[in-house]
Every structure is written in C-alpha cells, then in structure tokens.
C-alpha cells in the first residue's frame, strides 16, 4: 500500500503561482511513475503532468511552459510548481502513484482557486 498526501493548494490571483508538494509513504519502492491530475466542477479528471522513476516527463498542452513537475526520490515527494495560473486552472488537485500490476494510488486532493 502507498498513502498520498498533498499539500499547497489555496487561492491565488490570475498571474500568480503555487507550489504543490505530494508526500508518498508505505510501500515507496514499488512506485513507477507519479503524476498530478485535475478536476474541475462538472469535468472529468484530467491528467496535469507524471514524471517517471526515471525523471522523464509530460505535460498537458494547457499548462506547458507554466507548470513544472519535479520528484525528489531521497524525500519521496513529487512537487507542482504552477507558474501564471489562469482562472481555468482552478480545480482540485490529486496526486497520483502507480506501481506494477496496475495497481493506482491516489490522495486526497487540495483545492486550488484561481480569481480573475
């Protein structure tokens, strides 16, 4: 079993920016790959960005170049850096772990609020 817990959501202005931090705890090692997803009101879940064990990322097309995943293997933490937020951004945040055999973690989401 893994446990997520996230951490860093809360309002900011159009422009400004947030650190999301997920702390990862249980069976750590077994973890592949970690990624953010998103959920606004009345959406579907969408993936925001993963990082692999390996360091390799992605990105949704909406926030290149204003977010930045990063993972700190010695902390077991996978970080958000959000830069430029956009009121579209707004939505709650849930980190995500997978490991082998298909087995998916998730925490318990923060909420992030972009104001115009």
């Known amino acids: 079993q893994v446990q997520l817990v996230e951490s860093g959501g809360g309002l900011v202005q159009a422009g400004g920016s947030l650190r999301l931090s997920c702390a990862a705890s249980?069976?750590?090692?077994?973890?592949?790959?970690m990624a953010w997803y998103r959920q606004a009101p009345g959406k579907q879940r969408e993936l925001v960005a993963a990082i692999t064990s390996g360091g390799s990322t992605n990105y949704a097309d909406s926030v290149k170049g204003r977010f930045t995943i990063s993972r700190d293997n010695a902390k077991n933490t996978v970080n958000l850096q959000m830069n430029s937020l956009k009121p579209e951004d707004t939505a709650v945040y849930y980190c995500?772990?997978?490991?082998?055999?298909?087995?998916?973690?998730w925490g318990q989401g923060t909420q992030v609020t972009v104001s115009s």
């Open positions: 249980g069976t750590i090692f077994s973890i592949n790959a």
């Open positions: 995500n772990a997978r490991a082998p055999a298909g087995l998916c973690y």
